[in-house]
Each structure stands twice: as structure tokens, then as C-alpha cells.
């Protein structure tokens, strides 16, 4: 593996890391080149290391052992790694809502899911991840980066790991969503309640309370997303 230029480079990174694998014809089991070693020999910084780690853990790709290191879980070929989608706040409004029809196939399906599924263990993660969108959003207005991490958890209660293999393809793209998405914290401010509505249903195990109340929280979003320009994508 050769040093990587500057820009691009978790994507650089996850196509080097995939490459290596499939040359070296690593094997489920193998373990891979440390952080330290990934860091020397291709010319990156830990965060760069640990968010490309992080992601293949999310595809289920490998795991990572505390105190022994990460291990390759299944085959990997250059082709399998795909670039994770990404969109800019200031492109037309229409690519917004393109973004949002994927987005609301992916979450009420996983509302469902975990409506079916959610264990009490997952209960109570969804619940402290809740508490803490509240908290926040009461004393700034906004949930930020708490909200996605709500979502999150639903994904998690699903027990399924493709809904979260799926989000990494999109992640960038549905993160514009919850952190000050376009220059405004008060986006999609009004869906707030609803998302105590949407816990109480999974809680219940009611799939289609929990679909509704997907339904009505993205109904929100795209409220707001056609109140902003169409040519900026900024507010009107």
C-alpha cells in the first residue's frame, strides 16, 4: 500500500484497505495491519483509520477485538466497497427531496421492524437516546446530532444489519438532516413531539402506530424542504 494524496481520503483509505485485503487473499479470521501500521503506511491521520474501521464494522465486514485487534469477518473485494453517497445543502430543493424518499422507505420500514422486534435491552437505549434528544432540544430549540442518534437506535432495534449497512451508503447524504441542515436549527423543529409518539408505539409493539408516526415525522421534513428555495435550497 502506497501513501495517499490529501483529498478524498476515507474514500481513498476504504478502496486502499479493500484492495489489500483482496491481494494479500485475506481470509475470514485473518487479522489486518494495526492502526498504527494503517496510519504509516498510507500517509493518514488516526480519525481518517478509525472512521474507515468504523464503517466496514457497520457493513459487517470485520470486528474489532478489544486489546487484540480487528479481524476480517468475510471477503472483501475492491468492487464491495462502495463510495458512501453525499449531497450539498446547496443544490436544488428536488435533490432534497430525492434524498427524502429514500429516507422514508429506509425508516418506516425499520419502524416497523423495530416496533416487531425492539428487545427490552433495546428499550431502554432508544429510551435514554430519546431523553437526551429532549434534553437538548429544550434547552437550544434543536436535537442535532442527538435526533440521528435516535434514528440510530431504531435501526439498531430492527436486529437486522442491513438497515445499518445501508445507512452508511446514505449517511453523509441524511446527516445534512440533523445538524443545522442548511442554515436553519429550527428544520423540522415541529416533527419534535411526534418522536416521543414514534417510541411509545415501538414500546407497544404497534408496527403501524409506528408507521404512522414515521410517516407524519418525514411529512415535516418535506414541509419544510418545499418551503425553501428551488434553485438554492435555502429558506424561501
Known sequence: M????????????SAALAAFIAEGALQPGDRLPTERELMARLAVGRSTVREVIRQFQARGLVETRKGSGTYL???ITPGAIHVSLTIDAGLLRDRLLQTLEIRRGLEVAASEAAARRATPADL?????????????HLDQGTAGPE????HLAIYDATHN????????????TFEHFF????????FARRSFAL????????RAGDPEAARLKTLGILAIVEED?????PTTGSPQ
Open 124 to 136: 431502554v437505549v432508544l429510551e435514554e437516546k430519546l431523553v437526551a434528544m429532549e434534553r437538548v
Open 73 to 75: 469477518l468475510r471477503a
Open 195 to 202: 418522536h416521543r409518539e414514534l417510541f411509545d408505539a415501538i
Open 225 to 229: 424542504i418545499q418551503a425553501m428555495s
Open 179 to 186: 445538524e443545522k441542515p442548511f442554515d436553519r436549527p429550527d
Open 147 to 150: 435526533d440521528l442518534q435516535f
Open 161 to 172: 444489519p442491513l438497515f445499518r449497512q445501508l445507512l452508511e451508503q446514505f449517511r453523509e
Open 2 to 13: 502506497q501513501p495517499l494524496p490529501s483529498a478524498d481520503r476515507i474514500a481513498a483509505v
